[in-house]
């Protein structure tokens, strides 16, 4: 079981920057890919970026270049430094552990564990 905690969401002006994080609880942080998805009210999840427990990344193409997702073992947790923001980029962000990590996932179904998300607002 994998519980998961966001922080640092906020508003910002575009061309700011936030960095976000999830506190993951529970022994399999370590060996879970993790992902961060958004969502605006009306619209379906969007897929943002993922790490794999050793470290490779992929990023959706609306925040590569833009957006940096990390980990760090040792805290059980996970971030997501975005810059350059855009009023496209407001959405609530949520983080997600996928256990199996068979590879790097961009799709819900392929995560297991869900945070309850925070709010990134973006003004123009």
């Known amino acids: 079981q994998v519980q998961l905690v966001e922080s640092g969401g906020g508003l910002v002006q575009a061309g700011g920057s936030l960095r976000l994080s999830c506190a993951a609880s529970?022994?399999?942080?370590?060996?879970?890919?993790m992902g961060w998805f958004r969502q605006v009210p009306g619209r379906a999840r969007e897929f943002v970026a993922t790490?794999?427990?050793?470290?490779?990344?992929y990023y959706a193409d609306s925040v590569k270049g833009r957006f940096t997702i990390s980990r760090d073992n040792a805290r059980n947790t996970v971030y997501l430094q975005m810059n350059s923001l855009k009023p496209e980029d407001t959405a609530v962000y949520c983080c997600?552990?996928?256990?199996?990590?068979?590879?790097?996932?961009?799709?819900?179904?392929?995560?297991?564990?869900w945070g309850q998300g925070t709010q990134v607002t973006v003004s123009s």
């Open positions: 529970g022994r399999t942080f370590r060996r879970s890919n």
């Open positions: 997600a552990a996928d256990a199996k990590a068979y590879r790097l996932g961009n799709h819900q179904y392929e995560y297991d564990y």
């Open positions: 790490i794999s427990w050793n470290g490779d990344t």
